[in-house]
């Protein structure tokens, strides 16, 4: 069965700087996607960004990159100068089955020190 | 990407009493939905896949009979949760795969279950 792994249950960064939050993921599978949620106290689930496996390049949204690792099946996430609005749950998603169930990691809960 | 519809965004029921919750997709013909559930700091758990004009695929350990997931059209989920008990209290999200295009997913605003 696929997984996918947050080993980092809580982080936080100062205003400004720049924190990076881990995920992990496992798949037999050679072509599919990887998506970064955002959950801000609202629980409205936000996409932050999304990374096709067969493009080398990482995916990068404004602030937010990725560094995508395919054959260590890893994907973590990169926010630059944060911002008192990153301060969320973060969650890492893998769609498993041919491309349709969402199975998401266990979170990571940015906090952002001003 | 899709916009999702989802309501209510809260209600609070008696025990024994059931409740629906739907899920609209707005802008997209959608065959597939997802429901999951989110307990307090922890992360969603889909709890089934819902497909348009036949039965809901659910997940292992989740109750059939408890959550009823009917998708009868192309823009349209509900959730019933039947005879409801204090532990079905949590957060229930709905979620509309697009497959084509701009492929993602989009997600309702979820509703807040509270059974007293």
């Known amino acids: 069965a696929q997984t996918v792994t947050q080993s980092q249950p809580e982080m936080s960064v100062q205003e400004a700087e720049t924190v990076t939050l881990s995920c992990t993921y496992d798949t037999s599978e050679s072509d599919y996607y990887l998506f970064w949620y955002k959950q801000p106290p609202s629980r409205q689930m936000i996409l932050v960004i999304r990374q096709e496996a067969y493009k080398q390049q990482n995916a990068t949204e404004n602030r937010f990159s990725v560094n995508f690792q395919k054959a260590a099946k890893s994907f973590s996430l990169k926010i630059s100068d944060s911002q008192l609005g990153d301060a969320a749950m973060y969650f890492c998603a893998y769609p498993s089955q041919g491309a349709q169930k969402l199975v998401f990691g266990q979170g990571t809960r940015l906090t952002i020190n001003p | 990407g899709a916009v999702v519809s989802q309501h209510p965004s809260w209600v609070i029921c008696k025990s024994g009493t059931s409740v629906k919750i739907e899920c609209r997709s707005l802008d997209f013909q959608a065959t597939t939905m997802f429901w999951y559930r989110q307990f307090p700091k922890q992360s969603l758990m889909l709890m089934a896949t819902?497909?348009?004009?036949?039965?809901?695929?659910?997940e292992q350990g989740v109750e059939k009979d408890k959550f009823l997931i009917n998708h009868a059209s192309l823009t349209l989920s509900t959730l019933t949760v039947t005879s409801a008990h204090p532990e079905d209290s949590s957060f229930y999200i709905c979620?509309?795969?697009?497959?084509?295009?701009?492929?993602?997913?989009?997600f309702g605003s979820g509703t807040r279950l509270t059974v007293v």
């Open positions: 819902s497909n348009e004009g036949s039965k809901a695929t659910y």
């Open positions: 979620s509309v795969h697009q497959g084509q295009g701009n492929y993602g997913y989009t």
